[in-house]
């Protein structure tokens, strides 16, 4: 059974940071691509973030470069968001997702109908 756990989210004050962990189990890891997503009250789900296990490469939205990193630990079958510089448009419920790809492609990487597993997801409220 393929599993995604979310952790790491919680309340932080304007400029602070958070790491949010994505566990993944019950899939060959390095056969997917772990994004992370978000999605406000009331707004859409949007793609923040995706990494390539297999090579690694990684791919950020506009708004979040320069202050989010993506990374993974392939011995804990994991993927971090490290959040840095955060701003209360940062809120919203985050999630990871995975998709059976092992190249990144701009077309996809940050669309939500193109990753086939989804989290539960964990919030991330930032107070200004």
């Known amino acids: 059974e393929v599993q995604l756990v979310e952790s790491g989210g919680g309340l932080v004050q304007a400029g602070g940071s958070l790491r949010l962990s994505c566990a993944a189990s019950?899939?060959?890891?390095?056969?997917?691509?772990i994004g992370w997503f978000r999605q406000a009250p009331g707004k859409e789900r949007e793609g923040v973030s995706c990494?390539?296990?297999?090579?690694?490469?990684?791919y950020y939205a506009d708004s979040v470069k320069g202050r989010f990193t993506i990374s993974s630990d392939n011995a804990k079958n994991t993927v971090y968001l490290q959040m840095n510089s955060l701003k209360p448009e940062d809120t919203a419920v985050y999630y990871c997702?995975?998709?059976?790809?092992?190249?990144?492609?701009?077309?996809?990487?940050?669309?939500?109908?193109?990753?086939?597993?989804w989290g539960q997801g964990t919030q991330v409220t930032v107070s200004s």
């Open positions: 990494i390539s296990i297999s090579d690694g490469s990684t």
């Open positions: 997702a995975a998709r059976r790809r092992t190249v990144l492609l701009s077309l996809w990487v940050l669309s939500s109908w193109a990753f086939e597993y």
């Open positions: 019950g899939f060959t890891f390095d056969d997917y691509a």
